[in-house]
């Protein structure tokens, strides 16, 4: 059987941009085209790849979980949701997180030897200072050292953290149990759907390059 010949992917982008060049293209605008293009053309997406693919919980699901955290009353754990959601860290990273180690008047965070050993610095947006830094003004009361530390002043383990977040899954009665590592899939894929460059989520994710950060883009486009 005769291998079929196309041409290059290259040549075929060229011609498209310049009828797109007008339109001036977001990612978002572009992503919806290629949807399109993908359905007239009626190519499936393999089922094969959508496997491999991790599960990112909907935005449905995540307010559902954020209400039962909200109606849960523990300023910790609540501060706990929004650093992963916000920042996007490893929860063994987050885990050792010190309280230096948050430079409010900046809003971003220090991580010493995330993945790879690599240290990394993110941000974090200004609507969260103010609750983080009441957060921090009661563990400094109580002598702690660790950003989350539990009743024993001993800093939260990955399991413990693990444990809290599966607790609140279950109040807000979801199918799907949410894990720091589903937290920090949302916040990334998140990110990709807003037409973020690669360049600014990088710090977010501490992956070393950004090839790594493919998996993003197909999870954001196979909404």
């Known amino acids: 059987m ?13 011609k498209l941009a310049k009828h797109l060049r007008k339109e001036r293209p977001s990612y978002m605008y572009l992503k919806r085209v290629f949807q399109a293009l993908r359905e007239e053309l009626e190519i499936q997406v393999p089922k094969d790849s959508e496997k491999k693919l991790p599960y990112v919980p909907t935005e449905e699901e995540i307010k559902r979980y954020y209400q039962a955290v909200w109606e849960g009353k523990s300023t910790q754990d609540l501060v706990i949701v929004k650093t992963l959601v916000y920042t996007g860290v490893r929860v063994g990273e987050l885990v050792n997180i010190r309280i230096y180690d948050v430079d409010l008047s900046e809003c971003q965070i220090r991580i010493n030897e995330g993945k790879g050993d690599k240290d990394r610095i993110v941000p974090f947006p200004e609507s969260f200072r103010e609750l983080l830094s009441f957060h921090i003004q009661d563990k400094k009361k109580d002598h702690a050292v660790y950003l989350f530390e539990s009743g024993w002043k001993k800093k939260y383990t990955e399991r413990g953290i693990r444990q809290i977040l599966s607790k609140y899954s279950k109040k807000a009665d979801l199918e799907v149990n949410i894990s720091p590592h589903k937290l920090r899939h949302f916040f990334l894929t998140w990110l990709k759907k807003q037409g973020i460059d690669d360049a600014f989520i990088q710090p977010y994710s501490g992956h070393k390059h ?14």
């Open 210 to 223: 950004r090839l790594s950060l493919e998996i993003y883009s197909k999870l954001s486009i196979k909404e």
């Open 2 to 14: 005769s291998e079929i010949k196309r041409t290059s992917p290259q040549k075929i982008a060229k």
